[in-house]
């Protein structure tokens, strides 16, 4: 009995003098050699505890874990927990490992902090339409450390994937469609998970994931987890580039992806998770699968039985096993059979005990379980305003015909939605620790503001169903207002992970109680929650004015709110192309020409469909303010762009309305003759700039030779001389023009 309890002592008693001098100023040399002293102690089933990471459960009273799985720490046989989390939780977890088993390695603690971890923001789509960089690196930093506070020192974001298709649930936690906005914001987000500096033993920085590697926001159909084909031209200029910027931004953590690439699945793909991720894109950190990915290669088809999954996955070079238990089951009989070798393990194992040094783990494995820090930090008053300012930032006015919007306040407002009265669907998808009992509905918000005998509401209709019965009270209601606000959209749950839609119509009846309301004659605005671009078509004909909230957040009810009355101007600009109905999908921006566009004079053997135009219904980078914005022409400083030079391009903006407003001033090229066929558009700049009511202002673009390189013909990666179009303008269909050719 002494001896049980005395191994694991002398154990901690070792690392804990062998590590303290770990410091931020630790090189690398010095924590690989620290790795190696650990390394040399383990045995195999202990290596292998370290490449599997398990779910805790949860039941009414709080967090749990199943026994088996705290037996597994004890033995050293699980070195990741995810889903759990407060101080109180972890520190029970972080205290077995530590002080029970026998080498106390410290375990590592993940979460799906996607947008928020109790304080919450818009969702990942919404924050990218606000363009706006440092609040979008901001958001990442009070989740980091809203997290960090709560026990946890491991987020699975950011989701980097790409997507041009909005029946896929998933687009809600992405930044869009476009690869150079993307890659600006994934790096901003690894960011602001893990502090400008990458320092993550800093107590209130988390570890980065990026996920989900590689091109999974392609899913043929838009069906979530379907197969991915696609040219590998295409996803090396269009999908690739947000992983490889979150990699460079810092990022120590990549996290597979369910579907197949080039008929390999993403957890079996040596080409990705080796030559590409580690040979090519130099990446140092460690990879772990999404949930159960090892074991569905047996449904894929790659596999014949779990332990060919899990052989198929190690030598790909996936270092971790989500909830599978396929390592944990196979891998050791693996390696004694001479099946795989142990330097393989060895190499798995070194690059997690890697972070977990650098997160300062071993120096103090209960740094992230300050239980007052966290009562101090949690819902802090300076996180809830940054969540407000990224709701309102976020937020998309897709028509104001009239000035419809701003409200007057003190104007009779009729309230119409079940929507309009929900906290829950405040919060999105992926809402994390999010409570929404600690916060107010759009409802609420509005009666706050323009008193309570100025609002009145009614329901009208759930949000799904065809049940109209609410209809006739909705109607009476609005008749006694001077304005209509109907707030209309998804269930939070119709959008995330497993929510793809084949129809992205606002669902049930709706829209057709706003075509009702509408007939009153009384002015109607609708405001939108939702997780995708949806077909507005009827909306877009019926209502006066439309909002897109997304799902806006834990401040979601008071952003919509100033916004409405004018407290905020919006400034938000799509970041996905809104279809005008589901045959045009997928439709983005950057699409290529054909041989028979559709500008030819012909008006039959042309790119076109016979029903619907070919333009979109909101277009890419689309948003309209309650000012307005006029553009001058395009100045040059060259009309040639030479070898290592630079052209820049000027246009000045001015603001022409009569309200103080925010500009996103977005900037495009287009590569007219290419040894491959090339996008018609491509975004290579945007600046966000302020502009009071009458003020002009220059902005200036910088044009440099790398900025137009692509995967040519013979797969190089460079630039070809020839001539080139630049677009400067208020969205991807509104812009000035000039020409400059590259020499």
Known sequence: ??????????????????????????????????????????????????????????????????????????????????????????????????????????????????????????????????????AIEKSARVSAVEAAASGLNWTFAPMCDISVEPRWGRVSEGAGEDPYLGSKIAAARVHGFQGDNNDLSDSLTILACVKHFAAYGAPIAGRDYNTVDMSKRVFLDAYLPPYKSAIDAGAMS????????????????????????????????????????????????????????????????????????????YLKKQVESGQVDEKLIDEAVRRILKVKFMLGLFDDPYKYCNAEREKRLVYAPEHLQAALDVAKKSMVLLKNANNTLPLEKGEKIAVIGE????????????????????MKSILDEIKTYNGENNVLYSEGCKMMGDDRSGFAAAIATARKAQKIIMVIGESCDWSGEAASRTNIQVPGVQTELLEKLRALGKPVVVVLMN?????????????????????????????????????????????????RNVGQVPIFYYEKNTGRPIYLPNDKYKSKYIDCPN???????????????????????????????????TVTVKNTGSRDGDEVVECYVRDLVGSITRPVKELKGFEKIKLKAGESKPVIFTITPDMLAFHQLDMSYGTEPGDYKLFIG?????????????E
């Open 615 to 649: 333009t979109p219904l909101y277009p890419f980078g689309y948003g309209l303010s309650y000012t307005t914005f006029e553009y001058s022409d395009i100045t040059l400083s060259s009309n040639t762009l030479k070898e290592n030079g630079k052209i820049e391009a």
């Open 254 to 329: 990549v996290m597979t992806s369910f579907n197949e690439l080039d008929g390999v699945p993403a957890t079996a793909n040596k080409y990705l998770m080796t030559d590409l991720l580690r040979n090519q894109l130099g990446f140092k950190g460690f990879v772990v699968t999404d949930y159960t990915a090892i074991n569905e290669l047996v449904n894929h088809g790659v596999a014949a039985n779990e332990a060919e999954a899990g052989l198929l996955a190690v030598k790909a070079g996936v270092d971790m096993d989500m909830q599978g238990e396929v390592y944990f089951k």
């Open 531 to 579: 997780g995708r671009p949806l077909d507005l078509t009827r909306e877009d004909q019926t209502a006066d004015a439309i909002l897109e909230a997304w799902f806006p957040g834990t401040m979601g009810g008071k952003a919509v709110t100033q916004v409405l009355f004018g407290e905020y101007n919006p400034s938000g600009k799509l970041t996905m192309t809104f279809p």
């Open 419 to 438: 929507l309009a009265n929900s906290k829950r669907d405040l919060l999105g998808s992926w809402k994390a620790a999010g409570d929404w009992d600690f």
């Open 1 to 134: 009995m002494k001896k049980i309890i005395f191994l694991p002592v002398i154990s901690l008693l070792f690392f804990f003098s062998a590590c303290k001098s770990h410091n931020t100023d630790a090189g690398p040399d010095k924590i690989d050699s620290k790795v190696d002293s650990v390394l040399n102690l383990m045995t195999l089933d202990e290596k292998i505890g370290q490449m599997v990471i398990y779910t805790s459960d949860w039941d009414v009273t709080g967090p749990t874990l199943k026994s088996n799985y705290i037996d597994d720490i004890r033995k050293g046989n699980c070195g990741n927990i995810f889903n759990a989390h407060t101080t109180a939780y972890v520190r029970k977890l972080q205290k077995i490992a530590v002080e029970e088993s026998r080498l106390g390695i410290p375990l590592l603690f993940g979460y799906d902090v996607i947008h928020g971890h109790k304080t919450i923001f818009p969702i990942s789509l919404g924050e990218s339409a606000s363009w706006d960089l440092e």
């Open 730 to 742: 208020t969205s991807s269909a509104d812009v000035k023009e000039t020409s400059f050719k590259l």
